[in-house]
């Protein structure tokens, strides 16, 4: 993959794929601009350089043009962001558009609407990437959120720049720290995983066996672990059909050695709420009508000494129900000790919008050596998978 370091870029269009796929509340006011504050590396770079900046980005799931999910309001904040004007553009293709960037000059910035407005873009659709290749003379793909898709603007498109495509500086920032989880960790190596279900992080789990030291499973996760060993969940969240895999792990990391540390209290509730009283208990005991929606304070204890003795720390998924201020206690506990480690000198890496959150929740977001862009991308990468995005960048 080619950085942007030596372009030359006077009177050149550039087309950037940025990741603007930022959480919106029900008025679209942006709650957090994280993302759009990461692609002003490159922004910057390519004006510096006198090129003309187009940025196309994804925003939801729209299933037509649903005008809550226009990029309109992420025009503004990047305007706001840059002290400089940001153009918006209502379509991202066609006649409007086409004439909406001709009016530009070198160092001018428009910013297209959301791609997902066409289906065509989830669908890799070749006649789509043309139509958007055809606005540009470079291409730059700084949209990791969105590297483990093959999307018409992410993937398809690269065939039209075949000697004009490179990877912005986001992009690069990203690789260069997850290469340093994956390919030069230091021991201890623990990783902390937590979220609702087993399922979606079966595969990060199995491969981190191949890597890391120590694993620490928290969140709803665990007590399908805790049942699986033969444990009482109560009502607590568990995937049937994952018991016999939860065992597997088990068994896979005895074989490779890796401390899987499950905790071993629970703080409970009667429903799924945060109005009822709570109640802890040894997790392998809960009462039948409960419900485990946090970790107890010895389970805390515990992943504290582990996670302070680490040279290495990744970290991905809430630890409880931390959108309940009463069931936070388990994630803000397990985020400052990240940081702690972090402060004393280990490498700590934390991804996917949850954990993100929860850091933001507890006022620490700063305190991590790097805070990955991506979720889904970023487990794809940490697994070992070839990202289409990346891949047709090479
Ligand atoms: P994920 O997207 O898989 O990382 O899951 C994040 C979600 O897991 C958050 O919304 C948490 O509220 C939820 N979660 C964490 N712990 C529990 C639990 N004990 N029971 C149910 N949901 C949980």
New binding site residues.
Partial sequence: MKGIQNLKLVKKRVLIRVDFNVPLDKNQKITDASRIKAAIPTIKEIIKKSGTVILISHLGRPKSKDPKLSLKPIAKKLSELLCQKVVFSKDCIGEQTLSDIKKLKPGNIILLENLRYYKEEEEGNVDFAKKLSSLADVYINDAFGTAHRAHASTYTITRFFKNSRYCGRLLEKEITNLDLILKKSKNPFTAII????IS??IDIILSLLEKTDTIII??????TFVKALGGSVGN??VEEDKLVLAKKIIQQAKEHSVDLILPVD?INSAS?SNNEKTSSSDIYKIPKES????IGSKSISIFKKHILSSKTVLW?????????SK?ANG?KSVCQAVCDSTYGGAFSLIG????IAAAKLCGLSEGFSYVSTG?GAMLAYLEGKSLPALKALS
Wanted: net charge negative.
């Fill in positions: 937590g979220g609702a279900k979606s992080k928290g969140g709803g996760m665990a007590y607590s969240i629970s799924f419900i485990g929606l946090d991905n998924g809430p630890m409880g129900v931390f959108e309940f069931f994630t996917g919008g949850d954990s979720g």
